[in-house]
């Protein structure tokens, strides 16, 4: 199993660290994971993304052009993105800010109201944990188990009293993410 | 008359009145005759021996001509880049603060090329030693123009003398590192007389006692002369410096730390 | 059992400096490697091993801390990026020309000039041929993996105390910024005075009774001495190549062609070769990983079985020089890369072994 992912959207909105959950989960699940961010003068509201790649097997390239899932959640993404989704690939987003809609019809793509769902819960900062429960939905591709796992791992000790707010969010995701066009 | 010792008895320990202290190697200097070089590596050489501590001091030594200071001075040291002592003594003391180091510069290193490490070695209050021999000119090179070159003074690179206006102002470093509150001890000294000597030696055993307090940067100017550089005799050399180099850095304490 | 943690290289390099026994750090922030810097002071390295940790004015400044430390036998290191690396060059002559062990990291970054905050390999030249003034070399040890920047750190120190000479560490923006599982050794302890005494009697540690005073200097006056003194040099680099020449290759045993890549370029190479070989042409890899020591002679014999190879780099072809010299016209040798920090696709080196060496 090599699972290939695209994280991309503004900074703030929790890009990197979404992956670096997702990537240190596949740690604590004995995966070979890597983690490569889009660096430099993307500040909070500019654009950020990061590559995070999970495998069964030693990890080749950190640096893709075609990616396994993509999961997008701003226009600048959509419209970098969209395009280097693998051919039966998958595609996330969040449509909230969204004015171009994924237009392919090679790969399957899902919606995930995260923006609205974290704001009704009251927590703008789980927006993150909301698409990654999404994600795991669609790609189960590290057990729940070692999420938590993964969640202790990357939060500052000084933050783990929102670990429960963090799973919660993530079993929301899984329920409220839905198919937009799906391949045969 | 009884008193007058033969020539084959001054020798003799007994009629001794000065020896060589045993922190200067025997090699012979190759500053000019006239220098104050050979002086200020004395004034430090005794200190260190009165203090015993030879077996506990690092001394780091410039480029210019006190390059060769280890040649002279019997300790451990090392030879920095041009004006990066300051930044290499910062690391020894940091890395064995038990010991006693000290920097040993001329004004182009200090001054010039330097003032950047300098500055911030002052600025940052490392526990550490520094000697600035300030003669006003690049000696080793050839008697080109330093930072501490007088107005009008003539010099290889300002044959017509130093016009301020296009070659800059001398730069007075250590009133401008007194300002640091880094700095705890800072003076400016000279070795052209016996009595500047002792007065040298006792602010160079001050600056040295002072990095037991571990409370900052000790920092010694000697204004000296340089002969050669300023084509004169060693006795005309030095009634110029009186003349000329002292109006401009006066001699004395300009701050100074209570023991 | 070995801890395992998820990092960035400049993290891990970090930590790998502390646990490997380091004393010191002095270093000047620069993107894409402050991390270090950041990581080795968050972690209050003086409260848990001792380690001094400085911030210097300049790049300069921090190399001749470097200077002053590792000339009293301790363990020290120093990381920047390009544009800091060019300043740190005089001292690191001076580093070479005294014979002093230290380790010093580059995160290299699109150039020349300010250039771009982006990874790249355009210091390659700078990093194997000398990058100051005068006859002297460095070991450099190119880390592909955020587990090779954990593990260069202590070989780096291991390997420039055993030779008395500067070891590089040469990383790039991708390999630094990137997180990775990585695998941490135990904390070794810092050197004692004693044992620093004992390891490296040349060190200024203060002149005892018992021996003549230790001097620090790479100056010779008298020109015989400076020859005797390159002499020695040169016959301590050609032992280095003897000893310390690394490479991997993958995939080469049956390959009728051949990469040559390192760093990150060696990764997307990786990758390049199974996309190839999906499309049935047996391609290979080598990997050096010292670049100084080049890999000279494993390459020189697998021109004897390649029919072509392509020398990959995030640069306008430097070590494509070294590949040449090894091959020495046995077989086509061309270069590919990008530059200014762009990073090539695994898929572009396909294309471009395609089109420069198969069909060329």
């Given at each position: 199993?090599t699972e290939e992912i695209?994280i991309?959207?503004?900074?703030?909105q929790?890009?990197l660290s979404?992956?670096?959950i997702?990537?240190?989960?596949g740690v604590m699940?004995?995966?070979e994971v890597s983690?490569?961010?889009?660096y430099?003068?993307e500040?909070?509201g500019?654009?950020?993304?990061v590559?995070v790649?999970?495998?069964d097997?030693?990890?080749?390239s950190p640096i893709l052009?075609?990616?396994?899932t993509a999961?997008?959640?701003n226009q600048?993404?959509m419209d970098k993105?969209?395009?280097?989704v693998?051919?039966?690939?998958i595609?996330?987003?969040d449509?909230?800010?969204?004015?171009?809609h994924?237009s392919?019809?090679d790969?399957?793509?899902y919606?995930?109201?995260?923006a609205?769902?974290?704001a009704?819960?009251?927590l703008t900062k789980?927006f993150?944990m909301?698409?990654?429960?999404?994600?795991?939905?669609?790609?189960?591709?590290v057990?729940?188990e070692?999420?938590?796992?993964?969640?202790m791992?990357?939060?500052?000790?000084?933050?783990h009293g929102?670990?429960?707010?963090n799973?919660?969010a993530?079993?929301k995701?899984?329920e409220?993410?839905k198919p937009?066009f799906?391949l045969n | 008359m009884?008193t007058?010792?033969?020539?084959?008895?001054?020798?003799?320990?007994?009629?001794?009145v000065?020896?060589k202290t045993p922190l200067l190697?025997?090699?012979v200097m190759?500053y000019?005759p006239?220098c104050?070089h050979g002086?200020a590596h004395?004034?430090v050489?005794?200190?260190?021996e009165?203090?015993?501590l030879?077996d506990?001091?690092i001394?780091?030594a410039?480029?210019g001509c006190s390059?060769l200071?280890?040649?002279?001075?019997n300790?451990?040291m090392?030879q920095a880049?041009?004006?990066?002592?300051?930044?290499?003594a910062?690391?020894?003391?940091?890395?064995?603060p038990?010991?006693?180091v000290?920097?040993?510069?001329?004004?182009?290193?200090?001054a010039?090329?330097?003032?950047?490490e300098t500055?911030?070695a002052?600025n940052r209050?490392?526990?550490?030693v520094?000697?600035?021999?300030?003669n006003?000119?690049?000696?080793m090179?050839?008697g080109?123009m330093?930072?501490?070159?007088?107005?009008n003074m003539?010099?290889?690179t300002s044959?017509y003398g130093?016009?301020?206006?296009t070659?800059?102002?001398?730069?007075?470093?250590?009133?401008?590192?007194a300002?640091?509150?880094?700095?705890?001890y800072?003076?400016?000294?000279?070795v052209?007389?016996?009595?500047?000597?002792?007065?040298?030696k006792?602010?160079?055993?001050k600056?040295?006692?002072?990095q037991?307090?571990?409370?900052g940067?000790s920092?010694?100017e000697?204004?000296?002369n340089?002969?050669?550089g300023?084509?004169?005799?060693?006795?005309?050399a030095?009634?110029?410096m009186?003349d000329?180099?002292f109006p401009?850095?006066?001699?004395?304490?300009?701050k100074?730390?209570?023991? | 059992?070995?801890?395992?943690?998820?990092?960035?290289?400049?993290?891990a390099?970090?930590?790998?400096?502390i646990r490997?026994?380091?004393?010191g750090?002095?270093?000047?922030?620069?993107?894409?490697?402050?991390?270090?810097m950041?990581?080795?002071?968050?972690?209050?390295?003086?409260?848990?091993t001792?380690m001094?940790?400085?911030?210097a004015?300049?790049?300069v400044?921090?190399?001749?801390m470097?200077?002053g430390?590792?000339?009293?036998?301790?363990r020290?290191?120093?990381?920047s990026s390009?544009?800091?690396?060019?300043?740190k060059?005089?001292?690191?002559?001076y580093?070479?020309?005294?014979?002093l062990?230290c380790?010093i990291m580059n995160a290299?970054?699109?150039?020349?000039?300010?250039?771009t905050?982006q990874?790249?390999?355009?210091?390659?030249?700078?990093?194997?041929?000398?990058?100051?003034h005068?006859?002297?070399?460095?070991?450099?040890?190119?880390?592909s993996?955020?587990?090779e920047?954990?593990d260069?750190?202590?070989?780096?120190?291991d390997?420039?105390?055993?030779?008395r000479?500067?070891?590089?560490?040469?990383?790039?923006g991708a390999?630094?910024?990137?997180?990775?599982?990585?695998e941490l050794?135990?904390?070794?302890p810092?050197?004692?005075?004693e044992e620093i005494i004992?390891n490296?009697p040349w060190?200024?540690?203060?002149k005892t009774?018992?021996?003549?005073?230790?001097?620090i200097?790479?100056?010779?006056l008298?020109?015989?001495v400076?020859?005797e003194?390159?002499?020695?040099?040169q016959?301590?680099?050609?032992?280095?190549?003897?000893?310390?020449t690394r490479f991997e290759?993958f995939q080469t045993?049956?390959a009728d062609y051949l990469?040559i890549?390192?760093?990150t370029?060696a990764?997307?190479?990786?990758k390049?070769?199974?996309?190839a070989?999906?499309?049935?042409i047996?391609?290979?890899l080598l990997r050096?990983?010292t670049?100084?020591p080049?890999?000279?002679k494993p390459i020189?014999?697998?021109?004897n079985q390649?029919?072509?190879?392509?020398?990959?780099?995030?640069?306008?072809g430097q070590?494509?020089?070294d590949v040449?010299?090894?091959?020495n016209?046995?077989v086509?040798v061309e270069?590919?890369?990008r530059?200014g920090?762009?990073?090539?696709s695994?898929q572009?080196?396909?294309?471009?072994?395609?089109?420069?060496?198969?069909?060329g």
């Open positions: 199993m695209i991309a959207g503004f900074g703030g929790g890009v979404m992956g670096k997702l990537a240190y989960s699940g004995d995966k983690w490569m961010p889009s430099g003068p500040m909070r500019g654009t950020a993304n590559t790649i999970i495998s097997e030693r990890i080749s052009s075609a990616y396994d999961i997008i959640l600048q993404s993105f969209e395009s280097s693998k051919p039966g690939g595609l996330i987003y449509p909230n800010g969204i004015t171009r994924p392919r019809r790969i399957n793509i919606s995930i109201e995260a609205d769902e974290a009704s819960m009251g789980v993150n909301v698409v990654l429960g999404g994600f795991l939905q669609i790609k189960p591709v057990q729940p070692y999420i938590h796992k993964g969640l791992k990357s939060l500052p000790v000084r933050h929102m670990i429960p707010e799973e919660k993530i079993e995701g899984k409220i993410i937009v799906l | 009884d007058v010792i033969k020539k084959e008895d001054i020798r003799k320990p007994e009629n001794l000065y020896k190697t025997d090699k190759s000019c006239g104050g002086t004395r004034v050489m005794e200190v260190l009165e203090m015993g030879q506990k001091t001394g780091i410039p480029v390059v200071a280890y040649e002279f001075m300790i451990d090392q880049a041009h004006g990066r002592a300051p930044a290499v910062t690391a020894v003391k940091r890395l064995f038990e010991k006693f000290f920097t040993y510069q001329g004004d182009g290193d200090l010039a090329i330097g003032t950047a500055i911030h002052c209050g490392e526990n550490i520094i000697i600035f021999i300030n006003g000119i690049y000696g090179t050839g080109q330093a930072p501490t070159t007088l107005p003539k010099s290889s044959p130093r016009d301020v206006a070659m800059g102002n001398p730069l007075r470093i250590t009133e401008l590192v300002q640091l509150p880094g700095t705890l800072v003076t400016r000294q000279a052209h007389t016996p009595v500047a000597v002792r007065k040298a006792k602010a160079v055993r600056a040295f006692e002072n037991k307090l571990n409370k940067l920092f010694v000697i204004v000296s340089c002969n050669s300023w084509k004169m005799t060693p006795n005309v030095n009634q110029w009186v000329n180099m401009y850095y006066p001699l004395g304490d300009i100074v730390n209570e023991d | 059992m070995k801890e395992l943690r998820l990092m960035k290289g400049n993290e390099f970090a930590e790998a400096a490997a026994g380091a004393d750090y002095f270093g000047y922030p620069i993107t894409p490697q402050s991390e270090v950041e990581y080795l002071m968050a972690e209050k390295t003086h409260e848990r001792g001094i940790v400085l911030q004015e300049s790049e400044a921090a190399i001749n470097v200077y430390g590792a000339s009293c036998g301790k020290v290191l120093t990381s390009s544009p800091g690396m060019s300043l060059q005089e001292g690191i002559s580093i070479a020309g005294a014979e062990p380790v290299v970054r699109g150039g020349p000039g300010l250039g905050i990874p790249a390999q355009s210091d390659y030249f700078q990093s194997t041929k000398g990058g100051g005068g006859d002297y070399r460095l070991i450099v040890l190119a880390p993996s955020v587990q920047m954990a260069f750190a202590p070989l780096a120190f390997l420039a105390f055993k030779y000479n500067p070891v590089l560490v040469l990383s790039d390999i630094g910024q990137m997180m990775e599982k990585v050794q135990e904390q070794r810092r050197l004692t005075e004992k490296t060190a200024t540690t203060g009774a018992n021996r003549e005073r230790n001097i200097t790479s100056l010779n008298d020109s015989h400076q020859e003194h390159n002499i020695h040099l016959k301590k680099y050609r032992l280095i190549e003897e000893n310390e290759t045993e049956d990469l890549a390192y760093g370029s990764r997307l190479s990786q390049a070769v199974d996309i070989r999906a499309k049935g047996k391609l290979g050096p990983i670049l100084f080049f890999p000279t020189a014999e697998l021109a390649v029919t072509g190879i392509l020398s990959v780099e995030m640069s306008a070590m494509v020089e040449r010299l090894a091959v016209g046995k086509k270069h590919f890369g530059m920090g762009v990073i090539p695994p572009e080196i396909v294309e471009a072994l395609e089109s420069k060496i198969i069909g």
